[in-house]
């Protein structure tokens, strides 16, 4: 993990809210960069800000780390991440996609120190089951099908 992300995140709670936006079958993934050895994929979402709702989290989110456009669709669930130094609580929403198309945006919480997003793009279930599990978010590991993951809700430890 890059020394700039424990910095930033470690040794504290951080509460996140994160979007599950399908078009066309595919899911739109971020490619993360920094935060374990190899690269990272997951649904965008980011760090809930004093005074910001979980659902405008998810509208900035979408927009900083895709250029997509967004509306929110119903609540789903909640996963929590455990892992010395890191420890977040994720409430995922799912997301409908109103305009724009997908580009590598950024993390302003990052800026000045290196891009922590390399690449945002919208794929296919079986690509991201193909992924190796510690190459992508653990809430994957607990559905077969796509399906499955726009049912969950309950809260998931991951």
């Known amino acids: 993990m890059e020394p700039a992300i424990t910095t930033l995140y470690g040794k504290r709670v951080r509460v996140r809210a994160c979007g599950l936006c399908w078009k066309d079958h595919k899911l739109m993934m971020v490619n993360h960069v920094g935060l374990r050895r190899e690269n990272f994929w997951a649904p965008p979402g980011g760090g809930v800000e004093f005074g910001q709702s979980a659902e405008e989290t998810v509208i900035r989110e979408f927009e900083e780390e895709t250029g997509m456009q967004v509306a929110i669709g119903r609540f789903l669930f909640v996963c929590e991440f455990i892992n010395d130094p890191l420890h977040a609580i994720e409430l995922f929403f799912e997301v409908l996609h109103i305009s724009g198309d997908a580009v590598v945006g950024?993390?302003?919480?990052?800026?000045?120190?290196?891009?922590?997003?390399?690449?945002?793009?919208?794929?296919?279930?079986?690509?991201?089951?193909?992924?190796?599990?510690?190459?992508?978010?653990?809430?994957?590991?607990?559905?077969?099908?796509?399906?499955?993951?726009?049912?969950?809700?309950?809260?998931?430890?991951?």
């Open 106 to 158: 950024m993390d302003p919480e990052t800026a000045g120190s290196s891009p922590t997003i390399n690449d945002a793009r919208w794929m296919s279930w079986p690509a991201i089951k193909m992924l190796p599990a510690e190459n992508v978010h653990g809430i994957f590991s607990h559905c077969k099908t796509p399906n499955e993951l726009m049912h969950l809700n309950a809260y998931y430890r991951i």
